[in-house]
């Protein structure tokens, strides 16, 4: 576990066999092979849909689809939205009934920190209750935030290191903008509206 | 708009109506508290009255007034057209001893409004038939929306993990800002206002 493992490398011969470690088999095996417990309590479930349908196609294309709603036979629990106080015992029993090996990834701000309910109501970030994975940021994350949190969760199983990580922005229109402000035009007027 | 309506609980009811006033739209009575039941049943079941809705039940809390607290409920008629607000100021400095009469014998949506009210305020109904917290949790302490309850204090149900537990630091500002590349970061509202000062 402290030693990040390399990834899979199958050295293959005409006679059809590869040579492995059998830790980085069976993280490529469980990488692509999660089964998720959503465990959706807020607005962020609305994105979830978005992640999951077709559009963005977020969890099938990395062997995430099949959800699993009883915690004993998912190993990645996804909680989506804001947890509230009253609502932490759940998620703490839900956590304590997942089989081992098993992950958790924090979808949403509210999820990750508590978010603007910075009040008497919220769990302040679930890693309050629960250990966590991986972080991923945005209110609510756009689906290829969820992408890179998918593909980030998948690295780490593969390499076996249980650090928590965060999603970082892809870019930061505010920061990226001139005066601060995100300008939308039509296409073609910023270079003096000949089309 | 219900004018009618004032003129006709003064009418009746005289000095339990202990002022009256009409704010954006909606004609307010405010009534004694020892009177709110009577006053309801009148208002549901005068013909001339006739609001068979409950549109909302609540309360508001004014530290600097005694009584401190102050019930206010939305009546809506589906006949007439017409609303009215009616309220009533209940407890002492401390919110203490605030109870007035519950009106669930005449709106059923009074049973979760009241429990709401209760959670929230502290305000005890008579009368109720179920009179538990609602929205926070049965071990939850004092009422969070009275003007004292400090906002950010929270009484959690599990006990939170600490630093060492999870082999890093889970203040509440980590994992989100400037350093993480986002162009936001918590404000400590409570620092500001002792900079302010
Ligand atoms: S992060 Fe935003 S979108 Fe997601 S649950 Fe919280 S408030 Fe809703």
């Known amino acids: 576990m402290n030693a990040p493992l390399k990834s899979v490398t199958l050295d293959g011969n005409e006679t059809g066999f590869a040579t492995t470690k059998l830790d980085a088999l069976l993280g490529w095996a469980r990488k692509w092979s999660l089964f998720k ?14 992640l999951t349908s077709p559009r963005f196609d977020g969890t099938a294309r990395f062997g995430a689809e ?130 | 708009m219900s004018q009618a309506v004032i ?69 809506y008629s589906l006949t007439k057209g017409h609303r009215v607000r009616i309220k009533t100021r209940v407890g002492d400095e401390e919110g203490e001893g605030a109870e007035i009469d519950t009106v669930v014998g005449l709106w059923g949506t009074a049973n979760w409004l009241e429990r709401e009210c209760f959670d929230m305020f502290g305000v005890n109904f008579r009368g109720h038939p179920d009179l538990r917290r609602i929205l926070m949790y049965p071990e939850f302490q004092g009422h969070p929306l009275r003007k004292d309850y400090p906002a950010e204090k929270a009484q959690p149900l599990v006990a939170y993990r600490t630093d060492e537990e999870a082999g890093m630091s889970i203040d509440k500002q980590a994992p989100f800002g400037p350093h993480e590349g986002m162009s936001f970061a918590r404000n400590d509202w409570t620092k500001r206002a002792e900079d302010a000062n």
């Not at chain 1, 190993?75 to 304590?96: F, H, M, N």
């Not at chain 2, 009577?38 to 009584?67: G, H, Q, W």
């Open chain 1, 37 to 50: 417990y959503p465990f959706v309590t807020a607005c962020c479930g609305m994105e979830f849909m978005a």
């Open chain 1, 66 to 195: 099949a959800p699993r709603f009883s915690p004993r036979q998912s190993d990645l629990l996804w909680v989506v939205g804001t947890i509230s106080q009253r609502q932490a015992p759940v998620l703490k029993r839900i956590y304590e009934q997942m089989m081992e090996p098993k992950w958790v990834l924090a979808f949403g701000t509210c999820a990750s920190s508590g978010g603007f309910y910075d009040n008497y109501t919220t769990v302040p970030g679930i890693d309050k209750v629960i250990p966590c994975d991986v972080y991923i940021p945005g209110c609510p994350p756009r689906p290829e935030a969820v992408i890179d949190g998918l593909m980030l969760l998948q690295d780490k199983i593969a390499s076996g290191d249980r650090r928590p990580a965060i999603v970082k922005p892809r870019f930061d229109p505010v920061q990226g903008a001139q005066d601060g402000l995100v300008q939308i035009r039509k296409k073609g007027l910023l270079e003096g509206g000949d089309k």
């Open chain 2, 7 to 75: 003129q006709l609980l003064r009418q009746k009811f005289g000095a339990a109506i202990v002022e009256t006033h009409a704010q954006f739209g909606d004609d307010t009575a405010v009534v004694e508290s020892s009177k709110w039941l009577e006053i309801a049943t009148f208002l549901k079941n005068d013909p001339a009255c006739a609001f068979e809705m409950l549109s909302d039940l609540s309360a508001v809390d004014y530290p600097e007034r005694t009584p401190r607290l102050e019930v206010v409920a939305h009546l």
